[in-house]
């Protein structure tokens, strides 16, 4: 069946939206398949989805993955996220907040410091910096005196 032009986009809108309610009230299972059927929609469709929606569901699926504690699976939605529009900063942060958590500091600050290049005043990225850098030098620290 043929879709009327526009039509698409739409029921696109009123999918991510519905998901959005629920990740809202915390009905992060139900946001992830929401989240993920809207992925696969816009997969089969193409460019009926905006760059921003898309990337927002991706970002939004990957917090679902983060509460469940699936972190891999977490950052691999925050990059697709970022590699769908590379000028949002929250899925930067977000797979920062797990490479931090991982212990991967090098990598953490870099996707901190990306946020904040794309967004100076994104207040939770300048403070998850700075302990992340805390956090390395003290990590450096210890080596060190392992080493003695």
């Known amino acids: 069946m043929a879709l009327r032009p526009g039509r698409e986009g739409g029921e696109s809108s009123a999918a991510l939206a519905t998901a959005q309610a629920r990740f809202s009230r915390g009905e992060f299972a139900e946001a992830r398949e929401l989240y993920s059927a809207f992925i696969g929609q816009c997969a089969r469709h193409g460019s009926k989805c905006s760059p921003e929606d898309l990337a927002t569901a991706y970002n939004n699926r990957g917090q679902t993955k983060y509460f469940s504690v699936d972190f ?11 590699e769908i529009l590379p000028s949002f900063e929250v899925p930067y942060y977000n797979r920062g907040l797990i490479r931090y958590r991982l212990g ?7 996707d901190f410091k990306k946020a904040l290049d794309l967004n100076p005043g994104f207040q ?13 030098e003290e990590k450096q620290r210890r080596n060190a005196e392992k080493s003695y």
Do not use: G, H, R
Request: aromatic share 12%; no cysteine.
């Open 104 to 110: 991967y500091f090098d990598e953490a600050l870099e």
């Open 72 to 82: 891999y699976e977490a950052m691999d939605d925050y990059t697709s996220a970022i």
């Open 124 to 136: 939770d990225a300048v403070l998850s910096l700075k302990q992340t850098i805390l956090d390395k």
